[in-house]
């Protein structure tokens, strides 16, 4: 009987010990990254914003391209609707 009671004891001190310890990185990390943000923040890079344009035509030589695969592929049956470019 008593070796179970040093069992669960030593069980009971190592499980607290183990908590206490993990507390005590859990805090340590917030500080540090509350020190961190607070005196090397991170430098904001402002968003070049381009004025949005419409789609770009797509070249002649490239969209006969397309056109021939198509008819090639589809033995004439095909018909092209719309090319944009992504």
């Known amino acids: 009987m008593e070796n179970i009671e040093t069992a669960i004891l030593l ?3 190592g499980m607290a010990t183990v908590f206490v310890i993990l507390l005590i990185v859990i805090y ?3 500080l540090l990254i509350t ?3 607070k005196y090397a ?3 904001v890079v402002p ?3 381009e004025a949005p344009r419409g ?4 070249p002649g030589n490239i969209l006969a391209a397309i056109t ?3 008819n090639v592929v ?3 049956k095909g018909k092209i609707t719309k090319v944009e470019k992504l």
């Open 11 to 13: 069980m009971v001190v």
């Open 28 to 30: 340590l990390g917030k």
């Open 35 to 37: 020190l961190v943000n």
């Open 41 to 43: 923040p991170e430098e």
């Open 47 to 49: 968003v070049k914003r």
């Open 55 to 58: 789609p770009t035509p797509v």
């Open 68 to 70: 021939a695969a198509v």
């Open 74 to 76: 589809t033995q004439g």
